[in-house]
């Protein structure tokens, strides 16, 4: 079936700009979590390093990809604006 060119020009991406550089966002807050929870390991196995139990790592970091992966689902769920 041969489409007409109005029928193409009324084809459009299932998201809208607004929404990519929402979900973009959302990405570089994920990354920002998991660069926050990188870190406290002992240079020497036999040594117990206390750090991994820092507040950073266990709290703020999951806290922060949480909020991050709640941002995603808004920025999918988001309508785009709709050109007149």
């Known amino acids: ?7 193409l020009q009324k084809q459009t991406f299932a ?3 607004e929404n990519y550089k929402l979900l973009l966002i ?4 994920i990354v920002i979590g998991f660069i926050l929870m990188v870190g ?4 020497d196995p036999s040594v117990f390093n206390p750090e991994i139990f820092s507040f950073r790592r266990i709290t703020l970091a999951p806290i922060i990809v949480l ?9 999918i769920m988001k309508r785009p604006k709709q050109e007149n």
């Open 15 to 17: 998201l809208g700009k």
């Open 26 to 29: 959302g990405f570089g807050i």
């Open 1 to 7: 079936m041969v489409k007409t060119k109005d029928e």
């Open 40 to 43: 406290g390991k002992s240079e």
């Open 67 to 75: 909020f991050g992966f709640l941002f995603e689902i808004y920025a």
